[in-house]
């Protein structure tokens, strides 16, 4: 058990919607990072926060926004959904930034439809 | 941006055979990772290597950093149905992000 939680598991929605994903990091880490893994790719960073500030940004798309509240989970969320947006989203923790070891969930497989 | 590559993409060998799986890329990095990702779960780190040259061993698993930080190597010995998983490398780039590698897919057999 990393100790990072992800909710919800499973979500299927149709196009056009908006959704939320979400992640509590592990007890005293203050990074959060979100990661999307397809099928033909490898993970693909989106954007990191640190302490409630967005640290650093990916290939994250203008359609999603993340947010890390003061409790240290965080949100994501996609709006305008595409069937290419069906992917596993995965969250991980770490003490700081940088090179630190990453701890991940167990992700949020998406699906649209 | 920094890319890492990683090869065999698949690799699908009988229980206890060697296999060893190739992390490069043209661009320095200041640390590396390898993590392995199980079906259904998320990636676990296997280990951080830093130095330049640095060798590393888990039990059967040895990784080795590359003298010039570039590339990495992980090297299983006698692998076991256990081990079947995807095995990922991650490097630290020069904007703090981890980046990670495309992925080696192993199946062992019994």
């Known amino acids: 058990d990393s100790g990072v939680t992800q909710t919800p598991k499973h979500l299927i929605t149709a196009t056009g919607q908006r959704v939320t994903l979400r992640c509590s990091p592990r007890?005293?880490?203050?990074?959060v990072y979100w990661y999307q893994q397809s099928l033909d790719q490898g993970l693909q960073f989106l954007i990191q926060y640190y302490n409630g500030e967005e640290r650093a940004k990916g290939n994250i798309l203008e359609r999603f926004s993340a947010q890390q509240f003061p409790d240290l989970h965080s949100e994501l969320n996609l709006s305008s959904l595409e069937l290419g947006d069906s992917a596993l989203y995965f969250c991980a923790s770490s003490v700081g930034g940088g090179g630190s070891p990453l701890h991940f969930g167990n992700g949020t497989r998406l699906t649209v439809t | 941006t920094q890319l890492l590559e990683q090869s065999p993409q698949f690799l699908s060998i009988q229980e206890g055979e060697n296999l060893t799986v190739y992390c490069n890329s043209s661009s320095v990095f200041s640390s590396l990772q390898w993590y392995r990702q199980e079906p259904g779960e998320g990636p676990v780190l296997l280990v951080t290597v830093v130095t330049g040259g640095e060798v590393k061993k888990l039990k059967r698993l040895t990784f080795q950093f590359g003298d010039a930080r570039k590339d990495s190597s992980l090297h299983i010995t006698a692998a076991q149905p256990g081990d079947t998983g995807l095995y990922l490398c991650a490097g630290e780039d020069n904007t703090d992000k981890l980046i990670f590698g495309t992925g080696t897919r192993l199946q062992v057999f019994p």
């Open positions: 007890s005293g880490d203050l990074s």
